[in-house]
């Protein structure tokens, strides 16, 4: 029998989709890990199982090295394209389950999606991010997963993100953390870029532009509601965040190809 998965992206941050209802396939960290590699699998930065346990809607998410992750705010847009284009949901409003909780998405048959992602929550605990010797204080704010958000004067002066940011106190993400860097623009424009917890740099993180538009509020000593366009470099999303602190998200999802996965399945994979 075999496997297929669809690959598509949310602002060039990329996913390997397999649609299984009835939960008949056992995905491995080592699988989930072979596929998003980019030299030898399909190449992503995670890996979403579609599951529908009790009628709803289950987003399984996994990152590049096959851990666990709470959910994608990029991720969950695919997914909901992956749903409608492929008639397994109408488009229009409609939730997805994942393990921050229900989620609600506004999707059309063509055009940007929204998510609504949440509250987000600032922890007052100081934080310190170094990259490639640069020292600078971070804001720790949590999307249902954690995010260190540090400004820098411009994104050109950090360098290459190839090692993860050293992020102090030791003890304050037990379970690893995303860090994204941010450069004011103009107005309500930010541009970032985000090193990954369990994936590296990637071209965009949904959550972490959340967290992001948070953190930018509090930088400028604004008060919610709130709305931000931030640039990543994959492209463009709007973060709008109201005055009880839950976030929507709103941007591309495409779908690109199709894909037979079952060799990495077999037990003779390497």
Known sequence: MKIMATYGHGTENDFVIIFDPEETTAISPEVTAALCNRAMGIGADGLIRITRPKDKWFMDYRNADGSIAEMCGNGIRVMARYLVAND????????????????????????????????????????????????REGYNISIGNPHAVVFVESLDDLGNLRMAPEVLPPDAYPEGVNVEFVEFSEGHELKMRVFERGVGETKSCGTGTCAVALAATLKRGERLPAKWVIYPPGGRLEVEIDSHSNATLTGPAVLISEHDITRYFSQDHK
């Open 88 to 135: 397994y949901q109408k488009e229009g409003i409609f939730p997805i389950d994942t393990r921050d909780g229900l989620k609600h998405l506004r999707v059309p048959s063509n055009g940007n999606i929204t998510v609504n992602m949440g509250e987000l929550t600032h922890e007052n605990e100081e934080i310190t991010v170094t990259v490639n010797g640069m020292t």
